[in-house]
């Protein structure tokens, strides 16, 4: 038995039964694919940034279409790929008291320290 693969990009589905049969997903489903959050660290930086979101039928594809779609100039050397679903975040209308504890910490504040004159940048 022979077993072909064919490359799926953002936005190709196909007719409903070639991809069904090209990529093992059900074609009820293969318009429902997750949406997957697209995190790229730059060349020259440390952190990963948020650049997008797209849909992806696994973590594989959505990491292969990232690339070509966030990062066509060469931009970036890490790319991250969440599903949508797995991210989860406060709400910023509970701020106040979310960040609260943090204001009796005054250890956390420097605003007590004496810096020395030799000391330039701060």
Do not use: C
């Not at 605003?111 to 330039?120: A, G, H, M, S």
């Amino acid at each position: 038995m022979k077993t072909y693969l064919t490359k799926q990009f953002y936005g190709d589905y196909g007719d409903r039964e070639s991809v069904k049969e090209s990529s093992g997903i059900a074609a009820d489903s293969a318009r429902d694919w997750p949406l997957w959050e697209v995190f790229v660290r730059s060349k020259m930086g440390l952190d990963h940034k948020h650049v997008g979101s797209l849909h992806a039928a696994d973590a594989r594809m959505a990491i292969e279409n990232a690339r070509d779609v966030y990062t066509r100039r060469q931009e970036g050397i890490s790319i991250w790929v969440v599903e949508s679903r797995h991210i989860h975040a406060s709400n910023p209308d509970d701020a106040a008291s979310f960040y609260d504890p943090a204001d009796d910490k005054v250890y956390r504040h420097p605003t007590f320290y004496e810096l020395p004159d030799e000391l330039k940048a701060m």
